[in-house]
């Protein structure tokens, strides 16, 4: 007789050791069902564990130590939370999220889906984890606590009569967060200190101080300790940073020498601006000349005058020059118009008729009526060894800075502000110095390229009565970066202000 084999030898099956289900060999002989039952696929995972945040900076630690930014059920905060679980490399991570937690709790609950093979079967299995957030204060934040720890500083000084520098000085530090390693920031009646705890921190601030104005810088440093049986010692190093003192609408007396080399531009002249170089003009000719820090701190010299030593005059007729009759001079300047402007002491309408004639650069913004600063040499006493050798060639009566437009008036239209790193305004005097130096922003195009200036949401939209002398310079939406707002906080408390 013929043998014939069952159905169940045809296939290759057997019987479960729990169960009985027919099933495929396997090396554990046992079902799917009955292997979920008997395997923990999640063994060596841990189920609870805790994370580290810093309420002073809002960040979470990182192992081993970085501390990363991070919100409430971001993916940056699931991947801090997959990284604190140990196991996940041996099974394979199929989902992650989060479970909804009160945020005031301060606790954090992640649901994850893992598979693993385990013989020759593909197990899957979810469960929770639960962090628990703590608060600790990370090594940054520490230090910036710690007032009195540091290791380098960064002096910053410059010897002139007003604080315009500094303000611009700040916007550019606020621009490329220069000033992110600083465990302290101290202003000073002349400049400012910012302090840090390495040394390299510092003479990363010296060298963009060194890029973005002209200035030099010297160093020293203090014997802090000397341990003897193993040679270590331990400083504090200071870096003293000078900036030129010479500022935008200062009157300058150029040495002879010096104003050959720059083209033979006349000895007497304004400075437009101050960036990495400083940038010069002849208000009878419109001759520009650039002088960089190594070449001015070779031949030094200081401003003649300053606007809070100018006096207001009021334009009485205004005549531009022809090209033909202009000198001609290279470079020369293409944004301002040589004219032959007249002009009367503000203090002497209605005493006396006497007027000035000069040549002036500001032919392209000057009209009769209007009010410009200049500074009066007829009367001038100014202790100059240069300016005294000049005196014996023809120097001009009246030499014209800036127009001068209507304070108030500005203050109520302008619709945009700055970011501030402190609120240093303590002072009448340098409330006036930080209203100039917005103005001095409205004016130049070129010096609002290196700032961030925002919309100002708080300033309601002036009426058209406010807006009559459209001569005054104003800046428009589309360089106005967007308002600076309350965000919320990463443990769900109440937001915390960006920008003051």
């Given at each position: 007789m013929e043998y014939v084999p069952s159905v169940n030898e045809q296939m290759g099956l057997i019987a479960c050791c729990e169960c009985g289900s027919l099933i495929e060999p396997n090396p554990s002989n046992m079902c799917?069902?009955?292997?979920?039952?008997?395997?923990?696929?999640?063994q060596g995972i841990p189920k609870q564990g805790v994370l580290y945040f810093c309420r002073s900076c809002e960040r979470y630690l990182q192992p081993p130590s970085t501390w990363v930014q991070a919100q409430l059920e971001s993916r940056e905060l699931l991947g801090v939370c997959l990284k604190k679980l140990k196991g996940l490399n041996k099974v394979r991570l199929v989902d992650a999220s989060f479970v909804w937690t009160e945020p005031h709790s301060m606790r954090i609950k992640v649901k994850l889906t893992i598979q693993k093979e385990v013989n020759g079967a593909v197990l899957q299995q979810m469960f929770i984890v639960e962090?628990?957030?703590?608060?600790?204060?990370?090594?940054?934040?520490?230090?910036?606590?710690?007032?009195?720890?540091?290791?380098?500083?960064?002096?910053?000084?410059?010897?002139?009569?007003?604080?315009?520098?500094?303000?611009?000085l700040e916007q550019l530090i606020l621009k490329h967060h220069a000033h992110s390693n600083t465990t302290n920031i101290k202003p000073q009646a002349d400049g400012m200190d910012f302090y840090y705890a390495k040394q390299?921190?510092?003479?990363?601030?010296?060298?963009?101080?060194?890029?973005?104005?002209?200035?030099?810088?010297?160093?020293?440093?203090?014997?802090?300790?000397?341990?003897?049986?193993?040679?270590?010692?331990?400083?504090?190093?200071?870096?003293?940073?000078?900036?030129?003192?010479?500022?935008?609408?200062?009157?300058?007396?150029?040495?002879?020498?010096?104003?050959?080399q720059l083209g033979s531009i006349s000895p007497l002249v304004v400075c437009l601006r101050v960036t990495q170089t400083l940038h010069f003009i002849d208000p009878a000719t419109l001759q520009l000349a650039e002088l960089s820090s190594q070449a001015?701190?070779?031949?030094?010299?200081?401003?003649?005058?300053?606007?809070?030593?100018?006096?207001?005059?009021?334009?009485?007729d205004v005549e531009h020059v022809a090209d033909k009759d202009r000198p001609h001079r290279t470079p020369v300047s293409h944004k301002h118009l040589l004219a032959d402007v007249y002009v009367a002491r503000m203090c002497d309408l209605g005493v006396n008729d006497h007027q000035f004639h000069t040549r002036?650069?500001?032919?392209?913004?000057?009209?009769?009526?209007?009010?410009?600063?200049g500074y009066d040499f007829t009367c001038s006493n100014l202790n100059h060894p240069q300016f005294e050798k000049l005196k014996e060639e023809r120097i001009p009566d009246v030499i014209?800075?800036?127009?001068?437009?209507?304070?108030?008036?500005?203050?109520?239209r302008r619709n945009w502000k700055l970011q501030r790193m402190a609120d240093t305004m303590d002072s009448e005097s340098v409330q006036k110095d930080y209203t100039e130096f917005l103005e001095d922003l409205e004016e130049d195009p070129e010096m609002r390229q290196n700032v961030n200036i925002y919309k100002d949401s708080s300033k309601v939209t002036v009426e058209a009565?406010?807006?009559?002398?459209?001569?005054?310079?104003?800046?428009?939406?589309q360089e106005m970066l967007d308002d600076l707002h309350l965000v919320e906080d990463a443990t769900g408390?109440?937001?915390?202000p960006m920008m003051e």
């Open positions: 799917v069902a009955c292997l979920r039952t008997k395997e923990d696929i999640t962090f628990t957030v703590q608060s600790h204060m990370c090594d940054e934040c520490h230090r910036v606590e710690a007032k009195d720890f540091w290791k380098a500083v960064v002096q910053i000084r410059q010897k002139t009569e007003h604080k315009k520098t500094f303000f611009f390299d921190d510092a003479r990363k601030m010296v060298d963009f101080l060194m890029a973005v104005v002209p200035c030099k810088y010297t160093t020293a440093k203090e014997l802090i300790s000397h341990d003897i049986h193993n040679n270590t010692y331990k400083y504090k190093y200071t870096y003293s940073v000078e900036i030129v003192p010479v500022c935008r609408d200062h009157i300058v007396c150029l040495p002879q020498k010096l104003a050959q001015y701190w070779r031949t030094p010299f200081t401003a003649l005058v300053g606007p809070k030593q100018m006096t207001q005059f009021m334009v009485m002036s650069h500001l032919g392209h913004l000057l009209k009769a009526g209007d009010t410009v600063l014209l800075v800036k127009k001068v437009y209507d304070q108030p008036r500005r203050c109520r009565t406010e807006t009559d002398d459209d001569d005054a310079p104003t800046i428009s939406l408390g109440e937001g915390a």
